[in-house]
């Protein structure tokens, strides 16, 4: 929002009282500053002033910090055995081995201590899974990780997890350890287990659809992750999410995500679901629409979704500009909608980004340009999602150049649009 500015200021008699609707709203990513210095990363004036913060629930990746490299020499039976059955160094552990249990269980107590109160049990990224034979006997064999068809891991990591919960749970009951449900063990476990009181599953769909809302009947994808998180919220007292408030797959053309978040994050609260934690591209030209929704709703999940939209595009663009520039992100949402796709990948954007919806957007952002052209602030604003669009208008060209076979063309205009966004880059783009 443009505030006017006063010299004076003057406030009557207040009584506000608020509850936000998860203990943890954490947004992060990859950019420092745009708009004025509101970066994903960082506890930046804009995370706080629309609702970003509470408990700090951990997440990161690693277990360097609970197996250190230097046991290998004298234990290798402490790390995972490959499928040539040898044991190797690194951050992998046989999760099966009751001295690794007690050994994480001893380094999260030292970590507790030092004042990381909720540390995170997440393995590493990959799947380097222990193949030994008492690991593998953990696993059902008739339980597959859709996103994958693979073993699914999650009966193993699950009997992990509460075994180091229970044994931490006697020195600092109070702590809550973190664990993503993610990669081949998104899926709960099939051992009916419950799960310590002090553990937390944090669901994180990273290989499901990102184009369409929670549970929609025509994607297979999002109805397995509706199971995810119904089974999870069965075995654990604690359970949270971690997003990706974009198209993880593509990051260069305009994405909406606004209907899927009118549903997926009071979803998250209806369910029960404790924090949410979005890694965010802060790229308010192709993007900003629903970063700042998922903010909002973070929040105050019952919150009204249409109205804060209305909100944001009256406040963003000005009233003469912003009805066009409502118009122009609404379509694309929809677009991205009713695909028939549901990978959330390139592939699809052709279908979207037609020659006759790219004109129709362009001449939304030419209506808009020309409402806001009196006023500075909206002018510049209305200019870079304009610049955001050209990306969608060079993917055109770029496919469209592929497919004639002028792999000449193509590069030229790729080389282009790497150019210019390089300069968005390094200019903060957004600063406006």
Known sequence: EVYPRQTTLSVGNLSITEQPGFLQRSMWGFTATPIGGAGTSGDSLWKIWNGMGGIPFSNGQGWGAYLPQNLFAEHPEYFAMDSSGQRRPGEWACTSNPAVRELFASNIVKMIKKGNINPSLTPPDGNRYCLCSKCRAQDDPQATEPSSGTLRMSNRYADFFDDIGRRVAKVYPDSILSFMAYADYTQPSTSNLNLSSNLCVVLTPMRFCRLHAIGNTNCLSRMQFDEAVKGWSKAASHTACYMFNGNLAENTVPFSMISVWKHDIPYFKEKGLEAVVFETWAGWEICGPHIYLSARLAYSPKADADKIMD??????????????????????????????????????????????????????????????????????????????????????????????????????????????????????????
């Open 311 to 432: 909100d944001y595009f009256m406040k963003f663009f000005g009233s003469k500009a912003g009805p066009f520039m409502k118009e122009y992100w609404m379509a694309l949402d929809q677009a991205f909608v009713s695909l028939k796709s549901h990978s959330g990948g390139f592939f699809s954007l052709s279908l979207v980004y037609t020659p006759e919806f790219l004109a129709k957007c362009r001449g939304l952002l030419d209506k808009a340009a020309s409402e806001a052209k009196q006023d500075k602030d909206y002018r510049a604003r209305v200019i870079m999602h304009a610049e955001g669009f050209k990306n969608a208008v060079q993917y055109r060209q770029i496919f469209d150049a592929t497919n004639r076979g002028d792999f000449i063309e193509a590069k030229r205009v790729y080389d282009d649009l790497l150019a210019r966004v390089g300069e968005h880059i390094k200019g903060g783009f957004g600063s406006q």
